[in-house]
């Protein structure tokens, strides 16, 4: 059972360029979201969604694109990637319901943009 | 966002001390959650606690759910080397979202 798996998990960007980082989960979770983490700033919410074909803005959306065109996968777009986009981004994915508190993170991408 | 105090930041931690942890808020919540994150990997949930006052542990770790709901410590007995990570508080929002804290940094001690 492969959980929530991330690619890619390094990449380097230069400024102005655009990548999407993919996120698969093998669960047939409902709930999926993309979370970002800086030095001492903690996890901080990006984008969500509460089932294929929905998106929702988080704490820190911009700058940031998302799609949930099928359950299991939730693409993070950057379309012109700056250098405050440096970060590791942390995919994560709920059944919600009663197995909600259960956030089953994926192990990260970590991006630089130069 | 919500903020999350957690506290300390960082701390060192010898073989065999219990080491503690905190989390507070300024607003109340009826969930409040402990995560680990080793290196090179996601957090990992350790402890749930949803009822003010609600004591819970899991192995050597100890979590109490405030009685004014917001805040939340979190005790490690008898450490040792592989509770090296960073910890995060967090507390859950509709659609099942979680606001995190900072973290506590915790290091082995030379």
């Known amino acids: 059972n492969a959980g929530v798996t991330q690619t890619p998990k390094f990449r380097v960007l230069k400024t102005g360029q655009s990548m999407t980082l993919l996120c698969a989960q093998d669960m047939n979770h409902e709930y999926m979201y993309w979370y970002r983490q800086d030095p001492g700033m903690g996890l901080r919410l990006i984008h969500y969604?509460?089932?294929?074909?929905?998106?929702a803005k988080g704490e820190v959306p911009d700058g940031y694109n998302v799609s949930r065109l099928k359950k299991q996968n939730f693409l993070l777009g950057l379309e012109s990637a700056a250098p405050s986009q440096t970060s590791v981004y942390f995919c994560?994915?709920?059944?919600?319901?009663?197995?909600?508190?259960?956030?089953?993170f994926g192990a990260g991408s970590r991006l630089t943009v130069l | 966002g919500q903020q999350l105090n957690q506290s300390p930041q960082s701390m060192f931690i010898q073989e065999g001390e219990d080491v503690s942890m905190n989390c507070t808020s300024s607003s109340i919540f009826n969930t409040w959650l402990w995560y680990k994150q080793e290196p090179g990997e996601g957090p990992v949930l350790l402890i749930a606690l949803y009822k003010a006052g609600e004591l819970t542990s899991n192995g050597r770790l100890t979590a109490q759910f405030g009685i004014t709901r917001k805040d939340s410590f979190l005790n490690i007995s008898a450490s040792i080397p592989s509770d090296v990570g960073i910890y995060f508080c967090a507390v859950r929002f509709e659609d099942y979202k979680l606001s995190f804290g900072a973290g506590t940094t915790v290091t082995v001690r030379a």
């Open positions: 969604s509460v089932g294929e074909g929905t998106t």
């Open positions: 994560a994915s709920t059944p919600g319901g009663a197995g909600a508190n259960v956030l089953t």
